[in-house]
């Protein structure tokens, strides 16, 4: 099965998983102000576009359902999920959302951690976990979306 996990934002961490393991770890965020897209080395035309191209192969996507205090960061994620699910309808494939309380609770669970209550220092800690469990150097998004996956495997998300 091959799916990917995706941490939602203005810049998007993805990573993209053949059953149990990661195969490839990257952003997806706007270039220019044409309305470009940037992805994994790529760049399209729109943000419809890049996420047509990042989905069309899966099988199941999982996204992080995010939280936020202000009304455009709930927006923006609302937004993003739209366009995933909407996409991922048109490709007749599977989506689901996790709650970062839920991944998280996961994440401690088996990683023997606790999250602090900024959100800044929980970005710092999700690099360091990726760096010391998969060997990755990653970007705060990236990191997000590594341990998304893992969380939904270990949650049964996925069927392996």
Not at 46 to 56: L, Q, Y
Not at 57 to 80: C, K, P, W, Y
Not at 85 to 106: G, H, L, P, Q
Request: net charge positive.
């Amino acid at each position: 099965m091959n799916w990917i996990s995706v941490d939602i934002g203005k810049v998007m961490g993805v990573t993209e998983w053949a059953g149990a393991v990661r195969v490839n770890t990257y952003i997806v965020k706007p270039r220019g102000n044409q309305g470009k897209y940037y992805w994994n080395g790529n760049v399209v035309d729109s943000k419809f576009s890049a996420i047509n191209c990042i989905i069309a192969d899966q099988d199941l996507v999982i996204m992080e359902r995010g939280f936020g205090h202000l009304s455009t960061v709930i927006n923006t994620q609302a937004h993003l999920r739209g366009y995933i699910t909407c996409a991922a309808d048109y490709f007749n494939m599977i989506t689901k959302e996790i709650n970062v309380s839920e991944w998280r609770r996961v994440i401690k669970e088996h990683m023997g951690v606790s999250f602090p209550r900024q959100s800044k220092d929980c970005k710092i800690l999700a690099q360091q976990l990726v760096k010391k469990h998969f060997n990755l150097h990653a970007t705060e998004d990236e990191a997000d979306s590594v341990l998304i996956g893992y969380a939904a495997m270990k949650l049964g998300y996925v069927n392996l």
